[in-house]
Nanobody, 130 residues
């Protein structure tokens, strides 16, 4: 099994920045990619960004491209998401997730489809005030 624990959420004013972290434990060798999603109750989970664990190939949603950076620390098995210039409509619960499907070839991009991720964290609340 895999456990994912997010941290770094909180309240920020519009235009501000946050850096989220996701610590993975357990069978971390199962990870081929990890991603960040966000969701407001009653709405579909929205893809933000993802990164493949070995090759470091990244993929961003158009809504955050240019103002977000996803990264990982292989030694600590921790995933990060830096988001700048946050907007009030981005007030959500932010989740990290792990995709355990092998990548062929190794430099394939990660998926943005939430259904393909096997493990999820509990989420961290981000509130952006105007």
């Amino acid at each position: 099994q895999v456990q994912l624990v997010e941290s770094g959420g909180g309240s920020v004013q519009a235009g501000g920045s946050l850096r989220l972290s996701c610590a993975a434990s357990g069978r971390t060798s199962s990870a081929y990619a990890m991603g960040w999603f966000r969701q407001v109750s009653g709405k579909e989970r929205e893809f933000i960004a993802a990164i493949t664990w070995s090759a470091g190939v990244v993929y961003y949603a158009d809504s955050v491209k240019g103002r977000s950076t996803i990264s990982r620390d292989n030694a600590k098995f921790t995933l990060y998401l830096q988001v700048n210039n946050l907007r009030p409509e981005e007030t959500d619960v932010y989740y990290c997730a792990m995709d355990t499907r092998p990548l062929y070839p190794n430099n394939s991009p990660p998926t943005m489809r939430s259904q393909k991720y096997s493990y999820w964290g509990q989420g961290t609340q981000v509130t952006v005030s105007s």
